[in-house]
Structure formats: C-alpha cells, structure tokens
C-alpha cells in the first residue's frame, strides 16, 4: 500500500513563532518503515519527495501519487535509492539491481516500473529521495568500492566521520539529486559542524543505525535564530534552504543526506562558525 502525504514550505520569520509540536508538524517526517508498505512525503521545497519502502514477502510497486499528475511516478522525475536493512533487489523495467545494506542505485527519468523487494529474511528498507528531471541519465548503482569517500572530524570535537558521497556529480550523472550517507565513528556525536545554510538548495536529513533507546537532536533554523527536533532511529527531517542542518546525538549513528536545487557542486555552502551560533 502507498501512503502520501504534503508538507508546504516555510517562511523563516513564520517559522520564529512555532511551537514544539507545529515545528515537527512542518518538519520532522516521523515513519517511514512500515511491513509490506511505501511511504512519501511531497515537499514544496525544490518538489522534493522523501520515502521509505519496506518489501516483506511481497514486491512492492512505485506508483504514481495524485500530486505528480503523471502516468508514472518517473515520467519527469529521478530517483535515488539507498538500502539501510537487509539485502534486497529493485527491478528497473526488468533490469535487476540487488542492493545491500548502504549501497544506492540512480534511477534515471522515464522509467515506467521499478519494483522492490527483499531477499533475505531481514527485510530490505529502502530509503528514497526524487527530484524533478529534465533529462535522462542512465541507471547506475553505487557502491562504497566506487563512492567517493571523505574522512573528516577529531576525536577532540566528537564530530570524526566518514562521508560517503554516492549520488553526487563526481560519480553520478543525475539532474539535480545528490546524496549521500555519513558515518560517525563510535564515541562521535556531531554531524555537519561547523552547520552551514546553502540558499541554492534545500536537504533531506535520514537517521539511522542508532541505538535503541538513544535519541538525536536535529538543529535547524536560521543561524542566529535556531530551533531543534528529537529524533528516533529511522526518521527523516526536511531542511529548507535557509535553515542550518546539524545535530548530535546520545550515542553515534549514520545518517543519509539528500539535496535538490540550483546546484551539483557540493562544496558551494555557507560557513557558520560554532561559536556565531544563536
């Protein structure tokens, strides 16, 4: 079954005024998993679709949804896919990819049927992010053997980690959809410090492989005027242009980052040194 729903985007100056429960209303997407289900939330920000899909035993189909007013969900879109549970397969108009845990496929514009299902008893989760496409680029998978990695963070700072740059324009040929997944090291917390806002894009953040009973804090907001959500495992936030996007949490984790906009240089960020922080 497919559940969908919308998020409008955000006025910082409206945002200044929400409480606990507007603030993770507007923001926070809190299931995405669910057995034998696909899961999408439709968001103004860039048109920018973020989902869970969970095959259990049976093969779950990417259909269209009402607010694409498209015969197929990627008549005019792309799609990216990273796996976060057990190994599983998507079939592309019945070419066969089998992805593993933290191994990403690309999905270019125009394909008609793309299916999901698990191979193992430890069901497959995956993990999608979609972005509006004007040009096809071919389906590729992506696996950390041909990622582009990045080691960064001190111990001393609690911020080590490893990036792994999987959908993005050095690997992949996409549109405008990058992603990739990071990996903070055990006795490391933060992610994305120094934080940084880039008005070209918007973000998707997704945390997982944290322990139960743990919780991470997602900043957000402007930089002189910040908000928080916690999180639990396996929830996804959405992260407007404007707003600053780090976190930290009770133990270490791994989270996915996704991102559409004007732009596919990853670099192109704008610096808020921790101690400007508000």
């Not at 049976?58 to 607010?67: A, D, G, N, R, S």
């Not at 007013?69 to 976060?84: A, P, Q, T, Y």
Request: net charge negative; with cysteine.
């Amino acid at each position: 079954m497919i559940h969908f729903s919308f998020r409008y985007a955000t006025n910082p100056s409206d945002v200044v005024g929400y409480d606990t429960q507007k603030i993770r209303e507007n923001f926070l997407i809190d299931q995405l998993f669910t057995p034998e289900d696909i899961h999408l939330v439709y968001s103004m920000y860039d048109r920018y679709i973020v989902g869970g899909i969970m095959p259990v035993k049976e093969k779950l189909k990417l259909e269209t949804i009402p607010y694409l007013k498209s015969e197929n969900f990627l008549d005019r879109r792309e799609l990216g896919i990273i796996n976060v549970g057990g190994k599983g397969q998507v079939s592309v108009d019945g070419e066969i990819f089998e992805l593993s845990k933290k191994e990403a496929l690309y999905v270019g514009s125009g394909a008609k049927e793309v299916f999901f299902s698990s191979m193992e008893e430890n069901s497959a989760l995956f993990y999608i992010n979609s972005a509006p496409a004007h040009s096809h680029f071919p389906n590729k998978k992506v696996t950390k053997e041909n990622a582009e990695i990045v080691h960064l963070g001190e111990d001393k700072y609690a911020n080590k980690r490893i990036i792994n740059k999987l959908i993005v324009n050095s690997v992949v040929e996409t549109c405008q959809l990058q992603m990739g997944l990071t990996e903070l090291l055990p006795g490391n917390i933060w992610n994305t410090m120094p934080a940084h806002t880039h008005n070209r894009r918007m973000e998707a953040y997704f945390y997982f492989d944290l322990e139960e009973g743990q919780t991470i804090c997602h900043f957000m907001g402007e930089p002189q005027n910040t908000r928080h959500i916690f999180m639990q495992n396996h929830q996804a936030v959405l992260s407007p242009e404007w707003s600053i996007h780090s976190g930290a949490g009770t133990a270490n984790y791994s989270f996915i980052w996704g991102m559409a906009g004007e732009n596919l240089d990853y670099s192109d960020m704008d610096i808020c040194p921790p101690n400007e922080l508000r």
